[in-house]
């Protein structure tokens, strides 16, 4: 993703002078020229010692020294906005000391350095090896380093060569969103949150006991009761239940920026929570149907859409969509919103809502307040991408708050993800939120499968 075509195998040696000490040289020279006018000894020796050493310095020469390069890139792949260590080593394979070394690595252009440097001046021993750390912020993509650039000086300081040293290592970081995810199978194998029913039934977490009745299936009596009391009893047990979750992604135009430059886009944070949200409800045996607004595609309004169903092909679906999404968002303000409106009504009475915004205008909250007139459980999960080092960013970081607090006002669950709060931590509440949300359903008499499993949480 850069715009550079070197490859790592170029070496691109250039030797060159730089005019340095020029007022010097023209001090040097008058002080001679006027000891020697003068018949003064002394200002002649002060101006002949400065020359004689710009004389040993411009005459000197400097040759590309062997160097050995190696670059390490940690991570990789690795999800959107999580920064990642890149070491860079460079060893003076030459029997000669390098008393200056200049080493600038290619970092790709589209990332940003978080934090270190990939620059260095050093010294280097014979054998001797200089290691260097610094960290650039994933996006979504494949992105190739270029090869380290390598400037030495000679004794001097009057010549310089300058080359391109193809590293040893990683050349390349990989970010996708599907990064740590854990796999998906068509049956789903975990629980989420407290997604279990009132209503009793078979399973493993004790529920309640009751008098025993005729039919009821042996392994469900209480044996220890009986032996103690001579009395029947059956045990209850808590059912999981499943649900349709609509995970709606703000994929417009107002939602591709970032933080900063080089910064991953409120999109890309979006996918990513999206991605892993999705799983972890694939995981526990949920329907998941994906709406990306902002999108021009086949499904309602002329949005992104994928249907309701479960498994590896289902994810495959959602990503597609995904990257789809975040290269660039629909330009229609009114599609959009008759977007948000139609996937309410495709959603079904009892599907749940996960909004995935970072709220920078007020159309998602009008989205939210919409939904509620179609009784649906919802979600809002926030990515936080306003920067609050200038005052515009902290009059819009207000901004955001008060949407937040206008989503929760209208009865939707609120997750505020901010900047170095690890997602996985968000998505628990958020989907315990969710979870909570589905109970309410459950107890209200909303319709949704009971499913028995054979493991605990």
Same mark, same amino acid.
């Given at each position: ?125 014979? @054998? ?55 796999? =998906? ?118 949005? @992104? ?57 007020? =159309? ?61 931590? =968000? ?5 315990? =939120? ?21 493991? @605990?949480?």
């Amino acid at each position: 993703m850069t715009g550079d075509d070197s490859r790592p195998g170029d070496r691109v040696p250039v030797g060159g002078r730089r005019a340095r000490w020029r007022g010097a040289v023209a001090a040097a020279v008058v002080l001679a020229g006027a000891g020697a006018w003068l018949g003064d000894g002394a200002l002649v020796l002060a101006g002949t010692i400065p020359l004689a050493y710009l004389a040993s310095g411009s005459l000197s020469a400097v040759e590309v020294p062997e160097l050995a390069v190696e670059r390490s890139v940690a991570a990789s792949p690795a999800p959107p906005g999580r920064p990642v260590g890149v070491t860079l080593s460079v060893t003076n394979e030459t029997e000669r000391t390098l008393s200056d070394v200049r080493v600038v690595d290619g970092v790709p252009d589209d990332l940003a350095v978080l934090d270190g440097s990939p620059r260095a001046g050093v010294a280097l021993e014979p @054998g001797e090896t200089w290691t260097g750390e610094y960290t650039v912020v994933a996006r979504r993509g494949e992105y190739r380093f270029d090869p380290p650039r390598v400037r030495v000086r000679g004794t001097g300081g009057g010549a310089v060569a300058t080359t391109t040293r193809p590293a040893e290592g990683d050349d390349r970081l990989v970010c996708r969103f599907d990064a740590e995810a854990p796999p =998906v199978t068509d049956e789903g194998t975990d629980h989420i949150g407290q997604l279990s029913s009132d209503d009793p039934g078979a399973g493993l977490t004790f529920h309640s006991s009751r008098e025993y009745r005729h039919g009821d299936p042996a392994d469900r009596i209480n044996w220890r009761q009986y032996a103690k009391r001579g009395e029947l009893a059956t045990v209850n047990y808590e059912q999981w239940v499943s649900t349709t979750v609509v995970l709606v992604l703000d994929a417009r135009p107002a939602c591709q920026v970032g933080a900063g430059p080089g910064r991953p886009s409120a999109v890309e944070l979006g996918a990513y929570a999206a991605t892993q949200a999705m799983t972890a409800l694939l995981r526990a045996g949920h329907d998941v149907a994906v709406a990306a607004v902002g999108v021009d595609g086949s499904g309602p309004a002329g949005t @992104g859409w994928v249907g309701p169903g479960r498994g590896r092909e289902q994810r495959e679906r959602a990503l597609s969509l995904f990257e789809t999404a975040s290269e660039a968002g629909g330009s229609n303000p009114e599609r959009n919103r008759r977007g948000f409106r139609k996937v309410a009504e495709l959603a079904g009475p009892d599907a749940e809502l996960l909004l995935v915004s970072p709220l920078l205008d007020d =159309v998602p909250v009008e989205a939210v307040t919409e939904w509620q007139a179609f009784g649906h459980a919802r979600t809002v999960l926030s990515p936080d991408v306003v920067p609050d080092n200038t005052v515009s960013g902290r009059v819009e970081a207000v901004r955001r708050r008060t949407r937040l607090a206008r989503c929760q006002s209208t009865g939707a669950r609120v997750v505020d993800w901010r900047r170095g709060t690890p997602l996985p931590v =968000v998505l628990d509440h958020a989907l315990d =939120v969710a979870a909570r949300d589905v109970e309410e359903f459950a107890h209200a008499g909303a319709s949704v499968t009971p499913t028995t499993r054979e493991g @605990g949480r």
